[in-house]
């Protein structure tokens, strides 16, 4: 029916509103790049980590709830607004490949967010690039996005601190030739880690190939969102 929705899709949508920044390691283990070979939405994951450890879970960007037509409207940062469908949303979730690495309830609340930021991303895609549907802009995230740029999507700024500074910033995105992660006080987000994250230093061989050896693996940028 019109008026039901899920409960994961109601915690997602409502996830603790005006809670402060998660802790770094529950933060880096809520929800993961899930094919981390073959995936393109690390330069999402690492957006939307950087945001919630900068804002708060549920306050990346600003809503109203319609359960009578079953959608939201987002206003994001940047006073760019739109409405998602809870459609949509539940779509964006099903395909987005997050995993978790934690079950503690905290964590279950921050991935949860996490899918309605994804989706919100998705529908910031289709508008900037005129996509027909909703479910193009889906797979044309999917399949990657310029990290520099992805900012764009959740209506927030960047800020390139210098790859310099990468160890002493919290909540920043970085990237090299192959991958975007998010990265904290001296730690990058590592799914292939049995603790779910790695030293900074460690991401320089994080991917090896001939992009690297003409381009090179070292963190390109800091890039601190506001």
Not at 144 to 171: C, D, E, K, M, W
Not at 199 to 220: A, E, S, T, V
């Amino acid at each position: 029916m019109k008026y039901l929705i899920t409960g994961l899709l109601l915690m997602g949508i409502a996830a603790a509103k005006g809670q402060t920044p998660p802790d770094n390691n529950l933060l880096f283990n809520a929800f993961k790049q899930g094919n981390v070979n073959g995936g393109g939405n690390c330069a999402s994951i690492a957006l939307i980590k950087a945001c919630i450890g900068t804002f708060g879970v549920g306050n990346v960007f600003t809503y109203r709830q319609n359960n009578v037509d079953s959608l939201i409207t987002v206003t994001l940062r940047n006073d760019t607004t739109f409405t998602v469908t809870y459609a949509q949303i539940r779509e964006a979730t099903r395909q987005n490949g997050f995993v978790s690495k934690s079950a503690l309830p905290e964590a279950r609340r921050i991935r949860a967010y996490a899918d309605t930021c994804f989706a919100v991303m998705v529908k910031m895609n289709q508008r900037l690039w005129n996509y027909p549907t909703y479910e193009k802009a889906l797979s044309r995230l999917l399949n990657g996005y310029n990290t520099p740029s992805v900012n764009r999507l959740l209506g927030v700024t960047f800020r390139n601190i210098g790859a310099a500074n990468l160890g002493a910033g919290q909540h920043l995105v970085t990237y090299n030739a192959y991958h975007a992660v998010y990265s904290s006080d001296g730690y990058y987000d590592e799914t292939r880690s049995a603790a779910g994250y790695a030293p900074n230093d460690r991401f320089n061989n994080n991917r090896q190939g001939i992009k690297c050896w003409h381009y090179g693996c070292k963190p390109r940028a800091a890039l601190k969102v506001f």
